[in-house]
């Protein structure tokens, strides 16, 4: 778990609502034995332990791209302004490295995941329009 990836706050948010048991964090058990052992150091420490880290998994990393896709299971929606900035999950986002900025309106997309978890992800309006609008 790096800097990037996790803040103090998501960190305290994950504690509460696990009981402070990170075996039972959403996606835990897809990590790799050296990425859950920075969550559990993340967990003891209430923030990143090694900003250095960079566990990725290669086979996770390559389904990251389905998820700028249409979205057909979506549990909800929210839409709100960006308080900073933050990816967009819209396929020519991803690919442009382009960033929902702060202040921005985005639209909040709630997908579940793992059968008992849901996560929301982010797309924002370019133009007067959603960004990426899939068909």
């Not at 790096?2 to 990170?22: V, W």
């Not at 308080?83 to 579940?112: F, Q, S």
Request: net charge neutral.
């Amino acid at each position: 778990m790096n800097r990037g990836c996790a803040t103090k706050q998501q960190i305290a948010g994950l504690l509460e609502t696990t009981s402070n048991d990170p075996t039972v964090a959403p996606g835990y058990k897809q990590l790799s034995p050296e990425s859950q052992e920075q969550v559990r150091l993340a967990f003891e420490l209430g923030r990143p332990s090694d900003k250095e880290f960079k566990g990725i998994r290669e086979d996770l990393a390559k389904k990251a791209q389905k998820y700028a896709t249409e979205y057909t299971n979506a549990a909800g929606y929210k839409v709100d302004v960006a308080v900073r900035a933050a990816a967009c999950r819209g396929d020519d986002c991803l690919t442009e490295g382009i960033k929902i900025g702060r202040d921005e309106l985005r639209l909040g997309i709630l997908v579940p995941f793992d059968e008992e978890h849901s996560s929301l992800v982010y797309k924002h309006w370019v133009n007067g329009l959603l960004c990426c609008i899939c068909t």
